[in-house]
Nanobody, 123 residues
Framework: QLQLRESGGGTVQVGGSLRLSCTASGSTLGSYTMGWFRQAPGEERTFVGNINWGGGGADYADSAKGRFAISRDDAKNTVYLQMNNLKLEDTAVYFC????????????????WGQGTQVTVAS
């Protein structure tokens, strides 16, 4: 059973940067598309971006393009979300998730989820 755990959240000023990590246990990440999602209070969980297995590249939501970057280190069983130029509206709980579907970009495609990590952007 694949288990995921996010880390690296915290409070950062507008324009600052954070790097989130998602570490897996119980199985290897090598055959999964890894996604990042976020959920603000009172809102639905939304897609941030994903990175496919086997060098399949990454895709991002429009809100993340040009500011966020996802990478993976399968040898460390870890996926990263580098967030730059953070804005107030990036405040949310961030979740990583694993999917068996290539280019999965919706919550329904993901079977395994971490518990989330809080990111707060302050003015």
């Amino acid at each position: 059973q694949l288990q995921l755990r996010e880390s690296g959240g915290g409070t950062v000023q507008v324009g600052g940067s954070l790097r989130l990590s998602c570490t897996a246990s119980g199985s290897t990440l090598g055959s999964y598309t890894m996604g990042w999602f976020r959920q603000a209070p009172g809102e639905e969980r939304t897609f941030v971006g994903n990175i496919n297995w086997g060098g399949g590249g990454a895709d991002y939501a429009d809100s993340a393009k040009g500011r966020f970057a996802i990478s993976r280190d399968d040898a460390k069983n870890t996926v990263y979300l580098q967030m730059n130029n953070l804005k107030l509206e990036d405040t949310a709980v961030y979740f990583c998730a694993a999917s068996s579907y290539f280019q999965a970009d919706a919550v329904a495609w993901y079977k395994y989820w971490g518990q989330g990590t809080q990111v707060t952007v302050a003015s």
